[in-house]
């Protein structure tokens, strides 16, 4: 690496930490003023805010706003170079703008795969204990209101429940059929189904099974019987932010698992995962973009090209809300609606590329 690689590495790298550090410390500081009432209001210990309410929510804004820290700060520095006439310089030196990315490629390129590696295996487990707290002191308590409840729980079997009780763990009007060639074979009803929380399985007291054979029937009955379903009490839990809780690997079981089961609304947990590869690409794509905007000297000074960075990232964030909200509504599909702002400001990034001196 040649001395004005590590300069502009070291500058990238330093500004992209003060740009988060400003940026947190002014997030926690509203985030705080809009929830110290209800701190004080539930009583919430000292202890559990810092430790486990801020100690995971600054990494959990951090990661959020990297593409957009990263992008700012490429602006700030690129900004002082230029004000400076160090670009300039470098240009006139005989380096090409094209070699004059590269340093900040390799700063880009760190933080794309720690992005990545943090997204699908580090924050899931921080935001587990962000979660816990939020529902624990942040929330009301959670009721399950769904009734009518269909659940497929093998390629043959399906579950139904009038409504089911998440506090006690009850469900009741129990159904459980099962299938063969397109006929009901065996089916199972009961007043209610209980989860055992010692054995870890459910107990269906009173019930009876009816078996099918052709046009017989044969009814059976018994007091209580424990059985083991594809069914647990959290898949009536709150799913407040479960997206989020989860690692690569569990998204794809929890996608699999409620696709096996005939749930079709997942989006949501779609779009998690596919902005999980998207980030590391949005990294390197706004970093370029951000060198090209704010490469030229501007007579207005470096406010006007840092403002103008705000800008670009205001857009970019609404353009990924606005693209995730249709993709987990199901407006759009999913992959696209990851990839779609990325994909836009690559075709900006390609166009403003040929504007700028090389």
Avoid at 28 to 33: E, G, M, P, T, W
Avoid at 86 to 91: D, K, P, S
Avoid at 191 to 207: A, G, M, N, Q
């Amino acid at each position: 690496m040649k001395l004005i690689d590590k300069y502009i590495f070291t500058k990238f790298m330093s500004t992209f930490i003060f740009v988060v550090l400003i940026i947190n410390s002014i997030i926690c500081v509203i985030d705080y003023a809009e929830k110290v009432d209800t701190f004080l209001k539930k009583k919430v210990p000292a202890q559990a805010i810092l430790l486990e309410y801020y100690a995971t929510f600054i990494p959990y804004i951090t990661n959020m706003l990297i593409p957009i820290t990263v992008f700012i700060a490429t602006v700030f520095i690129t900004a002082r170079l230029a004000a400076r006439t160090e670009i300039i310089a470098i240009l006139a030196g005989g380096v090409s703008f094209r070699r004059m990315l590269v340093p900040y490629l390799a700063g880009a390129g760190i933080l794309a795969i720690l992005t990545f590696l943090m997204n699908s295996y580090v924050m899931p487990h921080a935001n587990k204990i962000k979660v816990h707290f939020e529902k624990t002191y942040l929330k009301d308590t959670y009721y399950y209101d769904e009734t009518n409840i269909h659940i497929k729980i093998a390629p043959n079997v399906y579950a139904y429940m009038q409504s089911y009780n998440n506090l006690s763990k009850i469900g009741y009007l129990f159904t459980l059929e099962e299938f063969r060639n397109k006929a009901l074979k065996q089916k199972l009803t009961a007043e209610r189904i209980e989860w055992d929380s010692v054995k870890h399985l459910w107990k269906i007291p009173i019930y009876k099974i009816h078996t099918f054979e052709g046009e017989k029937e044969t009814v059976t009955s018994g007091v209580t019987i424990d059985t083991v379903l594809n069914l647990n009490p959290k898949d009536f839990e709150s799913k407040h932010l479960l997206h989020e809780t989860l690692t690569l690997p569990e998204l794809d079981s929890y996608v699999q698992e409620q696709l096996s089961r005939g749930v079709t609304n997942v989006g949501v947990f779609l779009v998690e995962k596919y902005e999980r590869f998207t980030y590391p690409f949005a990294i390197v794509l706004l970093t370029i973009l951000g060198v090209i905007v704010s490469a030229r000297k501007s007579r207005q000074g470096t406010g006007m090209l840092v403002a103008f960075g705000f800008l670009l990232a205001f857009v970019f964030v609404t353009f990924v809300r606005m693209s995730r909200s249709m993709g987990q509504a199901g407006t759009l599909d999913p992959l696209l609606a990851a990839w779609l702002p990325t994909l836009v400001f690559a075709v900006i990034t390609a166009v403003m590329y040929r504007t700028v001196p090389k």
